[in-house]
């Protein structure tokens, strides 16, 4: 059986919010991820800069109204919160471009998650601002794509690559596959025509399969053969059939194609392609990233 620690400084999750409907769902989830990592949540509101023309005609005691009335509401929201969770709840407010500060406030908490939702039809906290910081956080992030009923994943999808960070992706899916009890579905593409069972994606895979049998997860595997369909539609059309809760990622510090999620997330740290593998999450699931060092 396979034991990790928690790094001990990495005891925060940070949830930006903007007050929408998916900001209680951003919360509860939290509260859920809380007691499993024994951390504490630091709920962020980013008052955006509009540039020079809004600051122009944007008199200093309007700023200082709507960041008193943000600052109160973030207020009763995190007191709501810890009432009701017993866990320990905070919350700041920042100035500046929202994914920057959001990354800034991270980086400065140590935060284990970033927990945050991500909505198309808004520019704030959620939309191109949550798929920059999926894209480019140093920790694991979640984005929440529609309110959900109960915290918690059952069905997780882990696609798998042949580069190195098995552990890492391992001890993800041990994580939070014994914490939320979940079944953890491995996935790959072949990029050649070599056969499945000879394959070095297939070992790796077996192996991964082997290890979290034996701490007790329940675990899948599906290898799909090399396809013209892009990779991570095929990650994404895969999830939507086994109805996943929550996709885990892996991107890359490099450019690699020896492998198809290099590819994929090569995909997504290509500023005109972004869209591609973040955006073609369907609705309701979650995506963890996880930045490769």
Known sequence: MIHFMMEKFKKNILVPVDFSDLTDTCIEQAVNMSRFIDAHITLLYVVENQGFLSNLFSSPEITVKATNEVTQKLQKLSAMYTKSSKINISHRVEFGKVYEKILDVAKDLGSRFIIMGR???NNNVMGSNANHTVISANCPVITVTCPILKPGFKTIVLPLDLTKSTKLQLYNAISFGLHYNATIKLVSVLMG????VKSR???KMESI???LKENGIKCTTEIYKKTTKPVY???TDYAEDVHADLIMLMTHAENTNDNYIGA??????AASDDENMVQDIVDPLNILKT???
């Open 209 to 211: 399969k082997a290890s």
């Open 119 to 121: 909505n198309e039809g």
């Open 264 to 269: 994929v997330m090569t995909i997504t740290n």
């Open 291 to 293: 930045k490769r060092k």
């Open 201 to 203: 994606i297939y070992e």
């Open 193 to 196: 025509g070599v056969d499945v």
């Open 233 to 235: 539609k095929v990650v």
